[in-house]
């Protein structure tokens, strides 16, 4: 199973970006996908993530009202629409997906990341 995230890049305060995730291989099962993000110098923290069966969205308050996640389970990819940027979004982004890769089981995947530059 691989994901590959896309749609990073530089910005200016204000503006707007959409990252895509997608996610390919051996996939039984998709289960709730979502992004993390890591600011330079501080840690992994969660930006949003979407369920499978009910598609219910849950938001750092951070981006709350400024950030949108959603899916598309044919395609089995996932998008995050960020609007109104601001210079302490920047981070690189990671896309995950918990999959069930025919083990029976779900297990979390991970995306290599992709760089969101946010200039004031």
């Known amino acids: 199973v691989q994901l590959q995230a896309s749609g990073g890049g530089l910005v200016q305060a204000g503006g707007s970006l959409r990252l895509s995730c997608a996610a390919s291989?051996?996939?039984?099962?998709?289960?709730?996908m979502g992004w993390y993000r890591r600011p330079p110098g501080r840690s992994r923290d969660l930006v949003a993530h979407?369920?499978?069966?009910?598609?219910?969205?849950d938001y750092a308050d951070s981006v709350k009202g400024r950030f949108t996640i959603s899916r598309d389970n044919a395609k089995r990819t996932v998008h995050l629409q960020m609007n109104s940027l601001k210079p302490e979004d920047t981070a690189v982004y990671y896309c995950?997906?918990?999959?069930?890769?025919?083990?029976?089981?779900?297990?979390?995947?991970w995306g290599q990341g992709t760089l969101v530059t946010v200039s004031s």
């Open positions: 995950y997906a918990y999959v069930n890769d025919g083990s029976g089981y779900f297990r979390d995947y």
């Open positions: 979407i369920h499978a069966g009910s598609s219910s969205t």
């Open positions: 291989g051996s996939i039984s099962g998709l289960g709730t």
